[in-house]
């Protein structure tokens, strides 16, 4: 089984404790954090609960999917606030990406940007990176060869 050693943005492991492990294959994800915790309950799950728990799973194989578009991003977390993923397209202007997996009207896009904009400012990384921008990919990436972004 595959590990992979993960550190927020902009961060390496002589500079933080802040480490997360994942497993690399989605189908041994899936085994490890949907089916094999519930499989004795499965049964008895409504059909909402095993939607969700699917929805979660999907969901984290997407994100890694268009994160991958961009070899240098990487997800960035500190207490409370998460972001996607984090990219530096030129020196010392980043580009914040939400990701959703499912296709998003025009109005929720524009919510999913402006909540991003309002985490990124809690976030000790804007403070390092006064200039950044902002995307918000959804489902409608897989019909498209370019991600489709709330706003740059």
């Given at each position: 089984?595959?590990?992979?050693?993960?550190?927020p943005?902009?961060?390496?492991?002589?500079?933080?404790?802040?480490t997360?492990?994942r497993?690399?294959?989605p189908?041994?994800?899936?085994?490890?954090r949907?089916?094999?915790?519930?499989?004795?309950?499965?049964h008895?799950?409504?059909a909402a609960?095993?939607?969700?728990?699917?929805?979660?799973?999907?969901?984290?194989?997407?994100?890694?999917?268009c994160?991958?578009?961009h070899?240098?991003?990487?997800?960035y977390?500190?207490?409370?606030?998460e972001?996607?993923?984090v990219?530096q397209e030129?020196?010392?202007?980043?580009?914040?990406?939400?990701v959703k997996?499912?296709?998003l009207?025009?109005a929720?896009?524009a919510q999913?940007?402006e909540?991003l904009?309002?985490?990124?400012?809690?976030?000790v990384?804007?403070?390092?990176?006064?200039?950044?921008?902002f995307?918000?990919?959804?489902?409608?990436?897989?019909?498209?060869?370019?991600?489709?972004t709330?706003s740059?």
């Amino acid at each position: 089984m595959n590990l992979e050693r993960e550190f927020p943005f902009a961060e390496s492991a002589r500079s933080t404790r802040k480490t997360l492990y994942r497993i690399q294959d989605p189908t041994l994800r899936f085994w490890f954090r949907v089916f094999s915790p519930h499989r004795t309950r499965w049964h008895r799950y409504e059909a909402a609960e095993k939607a969700r728990l699917l929805h979660e799973h999907a969901a984290t194989v997407f994100e890694d999917s268009c994160r991958r578009r961009h070899p240098e991003a990487a997800r960035y977390w500190e207490g409370r606030l998460e972001f996607d993923f984090v990219r530096q397209e030129k020196p010392g202007r980043l580009i914040v990406t939400e990701v959703k997996w499912r296709r998003l009207s025009a109005a929720e896009k524009a919510q999913v940007d402006e909540r991003l904009k309002e985490n990124w400012q809690k976030s000790v990384l804007s403070r390092k990176y006064p200039t950044a921008e902002f995307e918000v990919l959804d489902a409608t990436v897989l019909a498209t060869d370019r991600p489709q972004t709330a706003s740059r």
